[in-house]
Nanobody
């Protein structure tokens, strides 16, 4: 069992930046960020493999968001720049202990979510 704890959400103006963190209680194979806006389905944002650091991004955040990890701290980060009002959502950290399609929702472990609000 892996526990995930997110932090770093908040309120920011459009064009601003935030950095989300996700601390894992154990080692994983792949970790990702997903988000869910009110009335919408949860969607993929970014993912990273723990070995090799291969990263994946949704088209909507490519070039603005950067995912990274600190293996020694079992912590994943999401640096979000040039934020837009449409980025407003609850952001969830997810982790899996096997190789999966990183963009899918099939992760075994999920955090409690952190709210990101971008004002126009």
């Amino acid at each position: 069992q892996v526990q995930l704890v997110e932090s770093g959400g908040g309120l920011v103006q459009a064009g601003g930046s935030l950095r989300l963190s996700c601390a894992a209680s154990g080692r994983t194979v792949v970790m990702g960020w997903f988000r869910q806006a009110p009335g919408k389905e949860r969607e993929f944002v970014a993912a990273i493999t723990w070995v090799g650091g291969r990263s994946f991004y949704a088209d909507s955040v490519e070039g603005r968001f950067t995912i990274s990890r600190d293996n020694a701290k079992n912590t994943m980060y999401l640096q979000m720049n040039s934020l837009k009002p449409e980025d407003t959502a609850i952001y969830y950290c997810a982790a899996h202990n096997k190789i999966i399609i990183a963009t899918s929702l099939l992760y075994d472990y999920w955090g409690q979510g952190t709210q990101v609000t971008v004002s126009s």
